[in-house]
């Protein structure tokens, strides 16, 4: 009875492992198709790095590496591969709680950051805009103000006599007087990220059982490998 149980343990480790593994291949590809096909402007200067493409990209070896070390660690019952998998769970789930943490505590302090380094790439933004209104410049500025019918970071005035054709509540905008959106970016950020604020506490909570079953699986793997006497087998 308890051999079948492992086997099933085994096996149930290995397909949720294959899964992970799958996804994180997707993600993976997501974010090297978005590197080699947009354009990037970086939101956050100070994070510039840390843009979209690259999140994804880095998520995504992340996952795959993970997954793949539990896939095989699980199939060919090795205890070196299963430990290796629990303590790279172990890690992730800490520096998850711990950013959540910070988000948490230092709240007001991001809040002024992100501000700040809003304000900084709009102003290198519209420093490389052409022509005004006639500019064609695609960035991450338009696909914000776009996709949250807002215009700067408070409000037009933000662009100056740069407007881009984002703003527009209609297109083209080749009225004399263009209608711009009146809200401004920042806020309209705000109310999304507090509207979605639920969702984000639940999918990280989520995440966290997940490793923390991930990590009793494989435990309980090593130790009846360790009982059994098999060793580091290949």
Aim: hydrophobic share 45%.
């Amino acid at each position: 009875m308890a051999q079948n149980c492992l086997k099933c343990l085994k096996y149930t480790m290995c397909m949720v492992n294959f899964l992970c593994f799958m996804c994180g291949t997707a993600v993976f590809g997501f974010g090297v198709f978005l590197m080699l096909n947009t354009k990037v402007s970086a939101l956050i200067p100070t994070l510039s790095t840390l843009n979209l493409a690259n999140t994804l990209f880095i998520t995504g070896i992340i996952i795959t590496c993970v997954s793949f070390l539990g896939f095989l660690g699980a199939l060919k019952e090795n205890r070196c591969l299963l430990i290796t998998f629990f303590i790279l769970l172990f890690i992730l789930m800490l520096v998850e709680l711990t950013v959540a943490c910070l988000l948490l505590v230092y709240e007001k302090e991001i809040d002024r950051f992100l501000e700040k380094d809003l304000t900084e790439s709009l102003m290198k933004s519209r420093e490389s805009t052409k022509g005004g209104n006639s500019t064609k410049n695609t960035d991450d500025w338009d696909i914000i103000q776009v996709t949250f019918q807002c215009c700067g970071i408070h409000n037009t005035s933000d662009w100056k006599d740069k407007v881009p054709l984002s703003c527009c509540r209609e297109s083209p905008c080749g009225l004399k007087t263009p209608v711009y959106w009146e809200a401004g970016c920042y806020n309209k950020l705000k109310v999304w990220f507090e509207e979605n604020f639920l969702v984000t506490g639940v999918g990280v909570i989520v995440l966290c059982i997940i490793e923390v079953l991930g990590m009793c699986f494989s435990m309980t793997l090593f130790c009846h490998i360790s009982r059994s006497g098999l060793g580091y087998k290949l």
